[in-house]
């Protein structure tokens, strides 16, 4: 484990964030990736976010959850990561309102992301040193 909280680099996090998606796959217990499903990230500062659409059913971030650790791939940028949960309400509003910025032109599609089952997933995604 690193000591202290690592950041990404301006360039990167610019790229990351501007994919809009990314394919992300967790570490299993045997340290082999899980097959990336491709989800939607949100920039809030100098920090990146995802949700499970599926809440705490889904398996890609029950895998996440449970490793803290894992790949992305976001355009031509790929960085080993960490999942770190965030509960916190007020990084979880700005996080909200990130995605209503980033995807509300998508019909349907930011109401499950905001909803309680999805913000229970809230991960931040890190650098891995």
Not at 21 to 45: M, Q
Not at 100 to 122: D, K, N
Request: glycine share 8%.
């Amino acid at each position: 484990m690193c000591p202290g909280r690592h950041t990404w680099n301006t360039e990167a996090l610019e790229r990351i964030a501007a994919a809009e998606e990314l394919d992300i796959a967790p570490r299993r217990g045997d340290g082999s990736l899980r097959e990336p499903p491709t989800v939607r990230v949100v920039r809030d500062g100098d920090e990146l976010y995802v949700r499970s659409w599926h809440g705490t059913r889904g398996t890609w971030w029950k895998t996440a959850r449970t490793s803290n650790a894992g790949h992305i791939t976001a355009g031509a940028e790929e960085a080993d990561v960490t999942f770190t949960p965030e509960s916190d309400p007020v990084v979880n509003d700005r996080v909200d309102a990130a995605y209503r910025a980033e995807y509300g032109h998508y019909s349907g599609y930011v109401e499950p992301m905001i909803a309680e089952q999805a913000r229970a997933t809230t991960l931040r995604v890190g650098p891995q040193c």
